[in-house]
């Protein structure tokens, strides 16, 4: 210990100034030394220092995601992003581009690559996770490939940024200007949702800062799951900031709910015994509270309500009654509460109930006061004042004017009409002398149809005046001569009725007749009908029959009248089920109407529905008038309101054609007519018409634009000649990018990414070429087509064959360290030496991912071999690990499991779909990859494990065959 003092090494020294000079001289061979300083010097600028030195991406990405102090992780990362981006570092691109894939969260790293990543694959990975405008903005007008910039463009969201790509980028760059141009448009459209959205946002995080800040755990705790919906819906414009903002106060949350739910189990286990006892006397009380919220708004109870509340109010009683004791101070205050409770309960009760009463009362006098006046007969004023007596012993409760006024209406109107009644009383009287008189002289001409309504008026005038009270004085004498000339009028009606019983037993016979008649159901109807006429004259007559011709007569009309009632029951059934097909048509028409989406409808289909509408209506059967009238005017309701609609989007389309009208004529005045000519066309596929308005306007509206139109095309004849020899310029150029392109499909795997960079640069600048000679380009374009997907598929090929060779020396590997491991794990003494010389002569590794997987693997062994042997532990948690990566092989490839892991199998399935539900789904090949790799880096495989091996074997095999 004394020497290794002594002999320190430089960059351990106590004087920061001479492990600087040490640092400094350190080279790529002193990785480890680096990386011991880059964690654990205590000087954070030496750190730094030390992290500058290090491009290799592993310990960048450890240095990056581990680092407790800061400063020194912000800095690992601003150099792992110089690395990942090939500025510095001698790491592959395969190497840095699995990083880039591993990070897409990394908005830093994705925003730094989408600026200065060296190859275009790079870049455009990282454009699929930056979200900084300004990064965006400057890919879109800066980058060097046309692709890049265009989905950099395509990707922009922040409208000054747009602004100004969209004017930079006008000279130099149309295509990238034209999108920016129409991203600008359609933010401006819907910038009020986003900046709603953007509110709602911002709006759920202030809330969620202040959940559990009052101790309100479970209001908090639902009101988390409402937040949590809205956080959803806001998604789209959430930025990083405020969704690690979001993450946060969430998990905080979630942190100190789960607190707040262990204190409280903790709390219940402490006091379980009082638990149902405090449970019973809260339940008791919440039925009082209860009871008294349903009362206390309430001005009275019909009987049935306080039958149901007085039940309410016993069985909060037995609940309190049937619970136990709680310590006495809280006894107490649960007591008080109680009682206090209870009695006002009971007092609202009471007073709810009575006033009930009280109401119903008032409302029966209410009804009888309102019946008394319904009545045409006179009323006394007796009555009148027995109802006064009963309503002023009424006390009526609050509330309750609606009532009050009400009797007063109708006292008032009973006191006018009692009034009235005085006046009416005098001049009947004066009536009655000339109305005997005239029922004297009827009686002695024998006119018995006119004897008897006098008899019948003058006996309701005698009956009025009674009912009015008239003095007995008055009316006794007319009443004395009205009984004498009843007793004549009752002996002329005698041989008048003979007579007409006569012609009533005919009608019986006519009527018998008609029921065993074959004439069709309307002519018999009318018949039935036509005697009925004729019997009921007999009875205006003053002649009322006998109540068994009547009821002989009535019998004979309904078997007559029984086919009639059949015919006429079924077309009233048809006519019902005619209502019903109705009804139920402007019910499916009503809700068609309200599931219209106005703003995406097809107008023209919606003017051909109007007219199958009305058809449609005027199709269904007939209805009675009464219901047809009804249904009626429910259908013109729905079909004015449609046609509103289309009238508003007739005269919307006419306003809108008028407009583009308008503009096309100021353009024949622009000078440029080469962009008079695209506006033009802008106008063009603008001019639609939705709802057509009369033949001659709809004429006359297209002749405008038409003539509009050909005016500015019309400018354009002289510039022809020149456009065609650019247009012929433009194809050669396109057909030399195109046969320049077949040249790259010769390429091998070491000069694939240039041929790619190439093929994009032709690609770019094929695009760039202005248009050529209309049918010319086609064989340019096919050719320039065939050699892109022809390099995409050679790429793909030597890619995939590059994987396939690499996987199998990860295999050769794995196979080696499986049989050390076993070789090992059966008791055999094995030597570093020995596994020094095995590796050496296994084939050599490329790319970061599949050394390291197995680095990783032949240091356990390495490990195991100088005595850290593998503990039970280990092996149980390798075993489970391996079983889980043939349950997802097997998934992948799509073959079965063995029964026993069948139930494991699907565990892993749902899991498996939830996190693709909240994350998105994997790439299948990239998860076979990953899977492989896993297994390969596994370790150790014990031969207890080698049916594990089968099973992972035969599902690779069945996903990648061997021969692919």
Known sequence: MVFSRLFRPKWQHKDPEVRIQ????????????????????????????????????????????????????????????????????DAGFEQRLAVAKRRPQDGALMEYLAEKGREVELRELALDHCHDPQVLGNVALGDGVAAIRRKAVERLQEPSVLE?????????????????????????????????????AESVVERLAQLGKQATWEHDKATLDHLEQQWQESLEVVDLALAERYRELHARFLDAYQGHLAAR?????????????????????????????????????????????????????????????????????YQQRYRTLAQAVRQLLDARQEAGRNRHQAEHLVEEAQTLLA??????????????????????????????????????????????????????????????????????????SQATPLHDKVQSRLRDLTEMETPKGRLLPLEERFRELSAEV??????????????????????????????????????????????????????????????????????????????????????????????????????????????????????????????????LGPVERKARRQLDQRFDGYLASYRDRLDGERKRNRRLREGLIEQVEKLMELEDVQAAIERVRELQSQWVTTVTGRRKEENELWQRFKEAVDGVYGRRREQ?????????????????????????????????????????????AYNEVGPVPKGSGREANQTLRDAEQALSERADALRGAFAREQFGHLAAHAALAASLEQRLLGGEALSLDALADARAALPALSGEANQAAAEARFRRLAAAIEGQGYSTEELAQVRALREQLCLRMEILAGVDSPAEAAQARMAYQVDRLSQAMAQGQLDSTEECEAVQREWYTTSPLTPTDASLAERFAKALTALVPPNV
């Open 22 to 89: 040490a640092i400094n001289d350190l080279g790529p061979r002193d990785l480890e030394v680096l990386t011991e300083i880059a964690w654990n010097d205590p000087s954070p600028n030496l750190r730094r220092l030390a992290i500058r030195k290090i491009d290799r991406l592993d310990l960048l990405m450890q240095l990056a995601e581990r680092n407790s102090d800061n400063g020194t992780r912000d800095y690992a990362q601003l150099q792992l992003r110089s690395v990942v981006a090939g500025e510095r570092g």
């Open 164 to 200: 100004r790509v969209f004017r930079e980028a006008r000279k130099r760059d149309k295509q990238v200007s034209r999108i920016a141009k129409e991203r600008l448009d359609t933010h401006h459209a819907s910038q009020e949702r986003p900046r709603q959205l953007r509110a709602q």
């Open 265 to 333: 189990q903790a709390q219940a286990e402490a006091e379980s015994h009082y638990s149902p006892i405090r449970e019973a006397r809260d339940a008791a009380l919440s039925a009082l509270t209860q009871l008294e919220s349903q009362l206390r708004p309430l001005q009275a109870t019909t009987p049935e309500q306080g039958q149901a509340f007085d039940h309410q109010f016993e069985h909060a009683q037995t609940l309190w009654r049937n619970t136990g004791e709680l310590p006495a101070a809280e006894e107490r205050d």
């Open 375 to 448: 009545q045409e007969r006179p009323i006394g004023r007796g009555r009148l004042e027995k109802l006064r007596g009963q309503w002023r012993k009424l006390d009526l409760p609050k509330g309750h004017e609606t009532l009050a006024q009400a009797f007063a209406n109708a006292e008032a109107e009973l006191s006018a009409r009692i009034e009235l009644q005085g006046g009416q009383m005098e001049q009947r009287l004066a009536e009655l002398p000339t109305l005997l008189d005239a029922l004297a002289a009827a009686i002695e001409e024998g006119a018995a």
């Open 490 to 619: 009752r002996q002329l009606r005698d041989w008048r009725k003979w007579a007409a019983d006569r012609e009533r037993e005919r009608l019986i016979a006519e009527m018998d007749g008609l029921a065993s008649s074959d004439l069709p159901a309307e002519a018999l109807a009318e018949q039935v009908k036509a005697l009925q006429v004729q019997w009921k004259a007999l009875e205006a007559g003053g002649n009322a029959a006998d109540k068994r011709l009547w009821n002989r007569f009535q019998e004979a009309g309904h078997r007559a009248y029984i086919p009639v009632k059949a015919h006429e029951a079924q077309l009233a059934e048809q006519r019902r089920q005619n209502a019903v097909l109705r009804g139920e048509f402007l019910d499916r028409l009503e809700a068609q109407l309200e599931a219209i989406d106005w703003k995406a409808i097809d107008w023209k289909q919606a003017v051909r529905a109007e007219r199958d509408l009305l058809n449609q209506w005027h199709g």
């Open 720 to 764: 022809r000649n020149a456009e065609q020899r650019e247009l012929e310029e433009n194809l050669a150029r396109k057909q030399a990018l195109a046969e320049e392109a077949k040249g790259l499909l010769g390429c091998d795997y070491a000069g694939l990414r240039q041929a790619e960079q190439e093929m994009g640069r032709l690609r770019d």
